[in-house]
T-cell receptor, first 114, second 109 residues
Framework: EAGVAQSPRYKIIEKRQSVAFWCNPI?????LYWYQQILGQGPKLLIQ????????DSQLPKDRFSAERLKGVDSTLKIQPAKLEDSAVYLC????????????FGNGTRLTVT | QKEVEQNSGPLSVPEGAIASLNCTYS??????FFWYRQYSGKSPELIMS????GDKEDGRFTAQLNKASQYVSLLIRDSQPSDSATYLC?????????FGTGTRLTIIP
């Protein structure tokens, strides 16, 4: 079984620039999550999709972050414009069902904003 | 009060001893409980899930759940240096999964 694919692995940008991350979940997994993990902290949910619908985006800074999951498969997360405090690892995860099912994480994208 | 609380550590345990990791949660309606292990620079990986009160054992790992006390724990028997990592407790309820901040565990050879 192929795992959750994410790209890029690393990204360095200057503040006020834009950046996009891509995620391809495990085949057949209906639920897709984007988490932000700042060094030394636990993952913080940004957005949760069930198929191509949004289940929870209450912690997504909507003035600068956006996410979409077209056709209920791949997903992209965008930041525009980036701030210094956005420096973190962005983790994509998927699960077969909703939160009762274990999450499978991708390798993450480490973003550095200078 | 944080929704999911863990002692951030670091917790140091001698090799071969039992490591005990604890987690408390605030939502009494929580239904599913998970322990994830995260090595430095890596993504979290699931090591245990538990859904009902009591103990669940998997190899050297035992998860314990007490819903009345809103408490879940992870015991690692015969600790190995490869167990050195951050352990994240995750709790789900009302369609929401919340992670704790993690406990950093170091196994001392």
């Amino acid at each position: 079984e192929a795992g959750v694919a994410q790209s890029p692995r690393y990204k360095i940008i200057e503040k006020r620039q834009s950046v996009a991350f891509w995620c391809n979940p495990i085949s057949g997994h209906a639920t897709l999550y984007w988490y932000q993990q700042i060094l030394g902290q636990g993952p913080k949910l940004l957005i949760q999709f069930q198929n191509n619908g949004v289940v929870d985006d209450s912690q997504l800074p909507k003035d600068r972050f956006s996410a979409e999951r077209l056709k209920g498969v791949d997903s992209t997360l965008k930041i525009q414009p980036a701030k210094l405090e956005d420096s973190a690892v962005y983790l994509c995860a998927s699960s077969f069902l909703r939160v009762e099912s274990p999450l499978h994480f991708g390798n993450g994208t480490r973003l550095t904003v200078t | 009060q944080k929704e999911v609380e863990q002692n951030s550590g670091p917790l140091s345990v001698p090799e071969g001893a039992i490591a005990s990791l604890n987690c408390t949660y605030s939502d009494r309606g929580s239904q599913s409980f998970f322990w994830y292990r995260q090595y430095s620079g890596k993504s979290p990986e699931l090591i245990m899930s538990i859904y009902s009160n009591g103990d669940k054992e998997d190899g050297r790992f035992t998860a314990q759940l007490n819903k009345a006390s809103q408490y879940v724990s992870l015991l690692i028997r015969d600790s190995q240096p490869s167990d050195s990592a951050t352990y994240l407790c995750a709790v789900s309820g009302n369609e929401k999964l919340t992670f704790g901040t993690g406990t950093r565990l170091t196994i001392i050879p």
